[in-house]
């Protein structure tokens, strides 16, 4: 048993029952027993990877998206780029060298990432210490100002809460509990849930999935953007909106037990774009693209047979999968989703569409 087990259980024979967004802050971010706070869970050696230690590709793209951008709203200077969760700094700094020849957007840039982790802030760190990287525990410690933005994989691994659909319009919440030395889930009694009276559509035993602190950190993000000018690229799994158990955990790159190890697995939920969207008004949102479309249409392919000219043998093979894993649909290229944020009247971002204008509605 880990020793955050041992603490859970304690807590839930004292309490009672935690949801499991609260299982999940717990698990995550325990100060001393917290998954991020102990480990630098990347790579093989980890338990994950993601885009951005798959090629590089992945963070040049982005950051000539971030510049062309910066550029079409008139190239603030300065502006605040940013990104929450930076992993190892692998994405910010494929992007800050893509960028070095743009006029102006590094001379303009003042780089802050907002990282809850100590192990990997000291990664980061020396990736990006070229740019005095501005480290913040929140959204909120951002300095006012024109913002670009880019989070990767970040909303993914917010507390989640999860709603059984009962009869008419009572839920049942999902709760973490304890038998013995188990951890286990069990529901919670029928009540109404406000925040799902919209869900019309979700039929009697299905689980739907709410993440508030992700509503609240769009919310940040949309009013910057909308009082400052900027833009936000948010990439990572899911869907327009929640439907089903989407709660895992990912322990030496295997699906495991959520609830077998806790602080020594990494705990993820598939991200419902819709609110985050709505929550991020009144900045603009664009409709979603599959991240291998929004690659293709960036230009990822001719950028793979830039790089693959001279590879040869086990490197040239390594190149060929990592575009592959990168934009295949039935890899990485369909499940994740790409959304921008930006103020509205300003032009579309490159590679994305707009939402379809629908025309009035009819009495």
């Not at 991020?36 to 982005?62: K, V």
């Not at 480290?135 to 993914?156: Q, R, T, Y």
Request: glycine share 10%; net charge negative.
């Amino acid at each position: 048993m880990s020793a955050l087990k041992d603490r859970l259980i304690a807590r839930i024979a004292r309490m009672g029952p935690m949801t499991l967004a609260d299982y999940m802050s717990e698990c995550l971010l325990h100060p001393e027993h917290g998954y991020y706070a102990t480990r630098d869970p990347l790579g093989q050696a980890g338990d994950f990877t993601t885009a951005p230690e798959i090629s590089q590709m992945f963070g040049e793209l982005i950051g000539l998206w971030l510049a062309q951008v910066w550029m079409d709203q008139g190239a603030p200077d300065p502006f605040v780029l940013a990104e929450l969760g930076p992993g190892r700094g692998t994405l910010m700094a494929d992007a800050l060298r893509a960028t070095r020849a743009v006029p102006g957007f590094h001379a303009a840039l003042r780089l802050h990432l907002v990282e809850a982790s100590p192990v990997l802030r000291a990664a980061q760190g020396a990736a990006l210490s070229g740019f005095a990287p501005v480290f913040h525990d929140s959204i909120a410690d951002l300095p006012e100002g024109p913002i670009w933005l880019v989070a990767n994989e970040f909303f993914d691994a917010l507390p989640i809460r999860q709603f059984l659909k009962g009869k008419g319009a009572e839920w049942h919440e999902r709760m973490v509990g304890a038998e013995g030395e188990r951890l286990i889930l069990g529901l919670g009694p029928a009540a109404p849930v406000g925040a799902l009276a919209h869900r019309r559509e979700v039929t009697e035993g299905q689980i739907v999935e709410t993440c508030a602190p992700a509503e609240a950190i769009a919310g940040e993000i949309g009013r910057r953007i909308a009082t400052h000018g900027g833009a936000a690229l948010i990439v990572d799994y899911g869907d327009a909106e929640s439907i089903g158990d989407t709660f895992q955990a990912l322990r030496a790159h295997h699906p495991v037990d959520p609830l077998e190890a806790p602080g020594l697995a990494d705990l993820t939920a598939h991200v419902a774009f819709g609110p985050i969207a709505r929550a991020a008004s009144p900045a603009r949102a664009s409709a979603l693209v599959p991240q291998g479309v929004f690659l293709e249409r960036l230009g990822i392919t001719a950028r793979a047979q830039a790089l693959a000219r001279g590879l040869t043998g086990a490197e040239l093979e390594a190149h060929v999968a990592a575009h592959r894993r990168l934009t295949h649909p039935s890899e990485m290229g369909h499940l994740f989703r790409t959304l921008a944020l930006t103020p509205v009247g300003s032009p579309l971002p490159p590679a994305l569409d707009p939402v379809p204008d629908l025309g009035p509605t009819c009495p």
